[in-house]
């Protein structure tokens, strides 16, 4: 799943979506993933194999959230096993319904995009 | 004699090297796309960790089980106040619950539980056969000079009993054990000593 359904990374001119050495023999794998002689998206001359590097910003953005989330996971899972050792169930159940929701917040981030790069 | 190699063969050696040397310098191919599904997964784990232990899966200290329970005529050795004061506990035959320090006042040999001595069981010394009685830890037979130490117990609704404080061997539980359990425990002294001001402990 994507969204839009329709996306698919690269360009619509398949000579613009050869492997990146192919395209830029001078490039090795040494060579990083910025490297310096790749100066626009694409396509054109100097573009890089990503044609809409605001898809590679929102990437960054749900990989953020997704840390958040799993931070308040961690926190949540030591309140529940704290509630729990209270006798607190009931406390125990919120914290789990938090982590479900979350999880399922986490889960949608990572969907919506799975070709993003 | 020394074979040459052709000129192709030689090339395609270098080249490979160099693909291999290529390939083991190489930045670490783990993309952010791929970091956000590990990331997803260990959500997933814990929320599956969280549910687990919602459901009862860690072992709570004090939970009673129905085989666990404590049958009239049994005793259970536990250590309190602290982690080398040995203890014990004993459900009487008309249900309540006793609980005695088991270092012999004599000697300091283990004592140990016989339902078989006197009325309703004895606390026996088998070192220098001293005995004490169940119901109050007072000295029944042989050279301990004072009764035993009391661990105060308390028998929740849930059925999970539970020391809460000492008393000493001649001490009359309410008042004095009482007053030392509220300086170290202000609520539990509240409970205890409101039950024992309606007749209800011990």
């Known amino acids: 799943m994507s969204f839009p359904p329709d996306y698919h990374p690269g360009s619509d001119q398949p000579r613009l979506n050869r492997p990146v050495p192919e395209r830029y023999p001078q490039i090795r794998p040494t060579s990083g993933y910025a490297d310096a002689r790749i100066l626009h998206s694409g396509p054109g001359p100097g573009a890089g194999t990503e044609q809409e590097p605001e898809r590679s910003a929102l990437l960054t953005a749900r990989l953020l959230v997704v840390l958040s989330i799993v931070v308040g996971q961690l926190r949540a899972l030591s309140l529940a ?7 607190h169930t009931g406390t125990a159940w919120w914290c789990t319904g938090f982590q479900l929701l979350s999880f399922l917040i986490a889960l949608g981030a990572w969907r919506i995009g799975t070709q993003d790069r | 004699m020394r074979v040459r190699q ?11 090297q160099q693909v291999l040397r290529d390939h083991l310098s190489a930045d670490s191919l783990t993309s952010r796309r791929d970091y956000l599904r590990v ?7 814990l929320t599956v ?11 709570r200290h004090g939970d009673a089980e129905a085989a666990d329970r404590l049958a009239p005529g049994q005793a259970v050795l536990f250590t309190y106040p602290g982690a080398y004061d040995r203890a014990m506990a004993v459900r009487l035959a008309d249900g309540g619950v006793v ?24 606390l026996y010394c088998p070192c220098h056969e001293g005995a004490f009685d169940i119901r109050t830890g007072q000295v029944t037979q042989g050279p301990p000079p004072r009764g035993l130490p009391k661990v ?4 929740r609704a849930d059925g999970s009993i539970w020391a809460i404080g000492t008393a ?12 030392r359990l509220g300086a170290a425990h202000p609520r539990a002294d509240a409970i205890t000593c409101h039950q024992r001001a309606n007749g209800e402990g011990n």
């Open chain 1, 81 to 87: 096993v704290d509630a729990w050792m209270e006798g």
């Open chain 2, 6 to 16: 052709p000129a192709r063969a030689v090339a395609l050696r270098g080249r490979s």
């Open chain 2, 39 to 45: 990331m997803t997964t260990v959500s997933g784990g």
């Open chain 2, 49 to 59: 960790g969280s549910l687990a232990v919602s459901a009862g899966v860690l072992h």
């Open chain 2, 99 to 122: 609980g005695y320090s088991t270092v012999c006042t004599h000697l300091a040999c283990g004592v140990l539980w016989r339902e078989d001595r006197g009325e309703e069981g004895e």
């Open chain 2, 152 to 155: 105060l117990m308390q028998e």
């Open chain 2, 168 to 179: 000493y061997a001649d001490e009359t539980v309410p008042p004095a054990a009482c007053g």
